[in-house]
């Protein structure tokens, strides 16, 4: 039996009940040891090029029985399927907080219903880009959950807590959107039915500071006439620098025969840009009427020349008949 392994970055970010809002599994949990202050979500770190932090991350075991965990650093990205916040695998190249952050530890076993806290280094190069760089400190389980079935899947969880992290130095922010694309889909029939237009863009952050950012899509008909304008909900409200998603948005109610001016404007603080598309709405009947109508006019339009040429061709006389001169009979002499 053929086994496939699964690594689920369990990288739960909504807020649960746990120390310090920390990212939980329900097995287990990451997050920041609480600073003298108060409990931190996140790690929110600041540090100019070439600086050293110091801080501590704790793993907690909820369950009764000790669980054994690989520590890792990781540089976060953005899901190319819907922007969610995700961090790269323990095998795959790191390039900031991943290839920064030392973890005192990099493995650790941690007792039934107890917690321990593991100190960690981030030394910043020198030659680091200003701006913010966003990664996890993971806590990977060793063990493989087997899978069941004929192809049997195998289920590696991991536990992450956000590291927000900004080098000082100059901040640009910068949002574009483009590649939109329009897919309609409408009835045979005007009326018989509902007429739905599927719009595709790309959203990407080419600056160096994380964006949230706001996407609005108007579309315009005939004569300027307002077909919709609204503000889009699925758009990922951390767009993290160098990162670009390709996004969907439905328009059920989409005209059935009109031209539609999309456009769609995507802002975040200091920045805004805007991209357009155009489509023509027309069922496939209408569109096979017109086709065919003119198709006649334009077999008309050359039987109508043909003749119109046939009557203005001038009518060449025909050259006169050659005649041969007829000789002069002799008249029969007379005789003496």
Same mark, same amino acid.
């Given at each position: 039996?053929?086994?496939?392994?699964?690594?689920?970055?369990?990288?739960?970010?909504?807020?649960?009940?746990?120390?310090?809002?920390?990212?939980?599994?329900?097995?287990?949990?990451?997050?920041?040891?609480?600073?003298?202050?108060?409990?931190?979500?996140?790690?929110?770190?600041?540090?100019?090029?070439?600086?050293?932090?110091?801080?501590?991350?704790?793993?907690?075991?909820? $369950?009764?029985?000790? =669980? $054994?965990?690989? =520590?890792?650093?990781?540089?976060?990205?953005? #899901?190319?399927?819907?922007?969610?916040?995700?961090?790269?695998?323990?095998?795959?190249?790191?390039?900031?907080?991943?290839?920064?952050?030392?973890?005192?530890?990099?493995?650790?076993?941690?007792?039934?219903?107890?917690?321990?806290?593991?100190?960690?280094?981030?030394?910043?190069?020198?030659?680091?880009?200003? %701006?913010?760089?966003?990664?996890?400190?993971?806590? =990977?389980?060793?063990?493989?959950?087997?899978?069941? %079935?004929?192809?049997?899947?195998?289920?590696?969880?991991?536990?992450?807590?956000?590291?927000?992290?900004?080098?000082?130095?100059?901040?640009?922010?910068?949002?574009?959107?483009?590649?939109?694309?329009?897919?309609?889909?409408?009835?045979?029939?005007?009326?018989?039915?509902?007429?739905?237009?599927?719009?595709?863009?790309?959203?990407?952050?080419? %600056?160096?500071?994380?964006?949230?950012?706001?996407?609005?899509? $108007?579309?315009?008909?005939?004569?300027?006439?307002?077909?919709?304008?609204?503000?889009? #909900?699925?758009?990922?409200?951390?767009?993290?620098?160098?990162?670009?998603?390709?996004?969907?948005?439905?328009?059920? %109610?989409?005209?059935?025969?009109?031209?539609?001016?999309?456009?769609?404007?995507?802002?975040?603080?200091?920045?805004?840009?805007?991209?357009?598309?155009?489509?023509?709405?027309?069922?496939?009947?209408?569109?096979?009427?017109?086709?065919?109508?003119? =198709?006649?006019?334009?077999?008309?339009?050359?039987?109508?020349?043909?003749?119109?040429?046939?009557?203005?061709?001038?009518?060449?006389?025909?050259?006169?008949?050659?005649?041969?001169?007829?000789?002069?009979?002799?008249?029969?002499?007379?005789?003496?």
């Amino acid at each position: 039996m053929r086994k496939l392994y699964v690594l689920l970055l369990g990288l739960l970010l909504a807020a649960q009940a746990a120390p310090a809002h920390a990212a939980d599994n329900g097995s287990w949990s990451v997050y920041p040891v609480a600073s003298r202050i108060a409990a931190r979500p996140y790690f929110y770190l600041s540090a100019g090029p070439g600086q050293t932090l110091t801080d501590e991350v704790a793993v907690q075991n909820r $369950t009764g029985r000790p =669980l $054994t965990f690989r =520590l890792y650093a990781a540089d976060a990205y953005n #899901t190319p399927r819907d922007g969610g916040f995700a961090v790269r695998t323990l095998k795959e190249r790191m390039r900031g907080v991943g290839a920064w952050a030392r973890l005192a530890k990099s493995r650790i076993t941690v007792p039934g219903h107890k917690t321990v806290t593991v100190p960690f280094t981030m030394r910043v190069p020198r030659g680091a880009e200003p %701006g913010d760089h966003p990664g996890a400190l993971v806590a =990977l389980d060793e063990r493989i959950d087997p899978g069941s %079935g004929r192809l049997a899947l195998g289920v590696q969880r991991a536990v992450g807590a956000r590291v927000y992290l900004r080098v000082g130095g100059p901040t640009l922010p910068a949002l574009s959107v483009g590649n939109v694309h329009i897919s309609h889909h409408q009835p045979l029939i005007p009326g018989l039915g509902g007429s739905t237009a599927t719009v595709s863009y790309t959203l990407r952050n080419s %600056g160096n500071v994380t964006l949230d950012p706001k996407v609005e899509l $108007t579309a315009r008909g005939l004569f300027g006439r307002t077909l919709l304008d609204r503000e889009l #909900t699925r758009v990922p409200s951390e767009l993290l620098p160098g990162q670009s998603v390709r996004l969907t948005e439905t328009w059920r %109610g989409a005209p059935q025969l009109d031209r539609a001016d999309v456009t769609l404007t995507a802002s975040a603080p200091g920045t805004r840009q805007s991209a357009s598309a155009s489509f023509v709405a027309l069922p496939w009947a209408v569109a096979a009427l017109l086709f065919a109508a003119g =198709l006649v006019t334009g077999v008309l339009l050359v039987r109508a020349r043909r003749g119109r040429a046939r009557r203005s061709v001038p009518v060449r006389p025909s050259p006169p008949a050659r005649t041969t001169p007829s000789r002069p009979r002799s008249s029969p002499s007379a005789r003496p």
